[in-house]
Antibody
Framework: QVQLVQSGAEVKKPGASVKVSCKAS????????IHWMRQDPGQGLEWMGI????????SYAQKFQGRVSLTRDTSTSTVYMELSSLRSADTAIYYC?????????????WGQGTLVTVSS | QSALTQPRSVSGSPGQSVTISCTGT?????????VSWYQQHPGKAPKLMIF???KRPSGVPDRFSGSKSGNTASLTISGLQAEDEADYYC???????????FGGGTRLTVL
């Protein structure tokens, strides 16, 4: 089983950007699609986007188009999620998750989550 | 507002069975067998319990089962145990513009 370890909690001011990392162990990471989701405190899950194994292909939820960017460093088995123009409504726990196959519909192994707090 | 609709809460006594529903549309649940279910305990990351409507990952007890009828998917937990108390989220393929959609989550209370 692939283990995903995310970077630590962040506190940002409105209008700033945040970049969260997701580092994996295991050989299967190099062939895995990686999803990003977020969860508002005490609320449900929301899908943000996905990046291909090579990092060349991404797909984003319409809600986040233009504000989110997923990138991948294959040499370090790390995926990054950057969210810009932050507002208080972006305060949430952000999760990365590996997909079990190439259909890109089943976030399978999840990271521990990263709390991002947006506050002036 | 979530794309998929779940009841906010369900409850059952130890040993009983409970079913959690997840209603979508003909564009997501109705047209594709890509429904998955996640269990989330407080302060923890979600854990995959069911995928492709009916399949269980290795290590998930067979007390957990999934099904689908039309635009509605269901998760049934039989022989309820105290450790099953958690939030449960359904998930489906959402179409070409938002690949994955989630339900709003259901809080399961074991009485």
């Amino acid at each position: 089983q692939v283990q995903l370890v995310q970077s630590g909690a962040e506190v940002k001011k409105p209008g700033a950007s945040v970049k969260v990392s997701c580092k994996a162990s295991g050989d299967t990471f190099t062939t895995s699609y990686i999803h990003w989701m977020r969860q508002d405190p005490g609320q449900g899950l929301e899908w943000m986007g996905i990046i291909s194994p090579s990092g060349e292909t991404t797909s984003y939820a319409q809600k986040f188009q233009g504000r989110v960017s997923l990138t991948r460093d294959t040499s370090t088995s790390t995926v990054y999620m950057e969210l810009s123009s932050l507002r208080s409504a972006d305060t949430a726990i952000y999760y990365c998750a590996r997909d079990k196959d190439t259909r890109m519909v089943t976030p399978t192994d999840w990271g521990q989550g990263t709390l991002v707090t947006v506050s002036s | 507002q979530s794309a998929l609709t779940q009841p906010r809460s369900v409850s059952g006594s130890p040993g009983q069975s409970v079913t959690i529903s997840c209603t979508g549309t003909s564009s997501d649940i109705g047209d594709y067998n890509y429904v998955s279910w996640y269990q989330q305990h407080p302060g923890k990351a979600p854990k995959l319990m069911i995928f492709d409507v009916i399949k269980r990952p290795s290590g998930v007890p067979d007390r957990f089962s999934g099904s689908k009828s039309g635009n509605t998917a269901s998760l049934t937990i039989s022989g309820l145990q105290a450790e099953d108390e958690a939030d449960y989220y359904c998930c489906s393929y959402g179409g070409p513009y938002t690949l994955v959609v989630f339900g709003g989550g259901t809080r399961l209370t074991v009485l």
